[in-house]
């Protein structure tokens, strides 16, 4: 069984930063495209940033140079580095893993950028 668990969600004001870890269990992580979405209140969920299993990165333009994905193959997790959070990244963020057809979902956590 699949499973995806994200943590590290919480409310921070404008310019603050959180990290959020997923951790996977139940596939071989490191052949998975492992990425971050979002999806904010009356909005569709939109990607955030990708990483494949060799490294290759990819990011919403909304958030270049402000956040950061990397994996721990070791350890089957990917993280999110969100530096600079403004209101606007507040949203319900989630896990996804993906190869091929296959495609996985973590149930999300929410982040919300307020003072």
């Known amino acids: 069984q699949v499973q995806l668990v994200e943590f590290g969600g919480g409310l921070v004001q404008p310019g603050g930063s959180l990290r959020l870890s997923c951790a996977a269990s139940g596939i071989i992580f490191r052949l998975y495209a492992m990425g971050w979405y979002r999806q904010a209140p009356g909005k569709q969920r939109e990607l955030v940033a990708t990483m494949t299993g060799s490294g290759t990165t990819n990011y919403v333009n909304s958030v270049k140079d402000r956040f950061t994905i990397s994996r721990d193959n070791a350890k089957n997790t990917v993280y999110l580095q969100m530096n600079s959070l403004k209101p606007e990244d507040t949203a319900v963020y989630y896990c996804?893993?993906?190869?091929?057809?296959?495609?996985?979902w973590g149930q999300g956590t929410q982040v919300t950028v307020s003072s």
């Open positions: 996804n893993a993906k190869r091929y057809t296959e495609n996985y």
